[in-house]
């Protein structure tokens, strides 16, 4: 069981800047991976960056370029820092922890954090 905890949402101009923090309730050293999400209304909710245990990063095309992800092992905590925000940008973002366990992939979500980009 992985425990997560979302901060650092909230309300900025087009083109400002947020960092999201995800803080998780184990070593997220020995987690296979940690990711960020967004979800709109009516939309599924979609990656937007991951960090796998060997550092190896992936971002969907939209953000590439804007946003970094990145973790901090002492503090169990992955970030996600946002720059040049669009009003697109705006979405519940969601931090995922996936744990694979004997071929098993469990997937652990955070409550969530509202980001709201305006124009």
């Known amino acids: 069981q992985v425990q997560l905890v979302e901060s650092g949402g909230g309300l900025v101009q087009a083109g400002g800047s947020l960092r999201l923090s995800c803080a998780a309730s184990?070593?997220?050293?020995?987690?296979?991976?940690m990711g960020w999400y967004r979800q709109t209304p009516g939309k599924q909710r979609e990656l937007v960056a991951v960090?796998?245990?060997?550092?190896?990063?992936n971002y969907a095309d939209s953000v590439k370029g804007r946003f970094t992800i990145s973790r901090d092992d002492a503090k169990n905590t992955v970030y996600l820092q946002m720059n040049s925000l669009k009003p697109e940008d705006t979405a519940v973002y969601f931090c995922?922890?996936?744990?694979?366990?004997?071929?098993?992939?469990?997937?652990?979500w955070g409550q969530g954090t509202q980001v709201t980009v305006s124009s």
């Open positions: 995922n922890a996936r744990l694979v366990v004997l071929a098993r992939t469990n997937d652990y």
């Open positions: 184990k070593s997220i050293f020995s987690i296979n991976a």
């Open positions: 960090m796998t245990s060997g550092d190896t990063t």
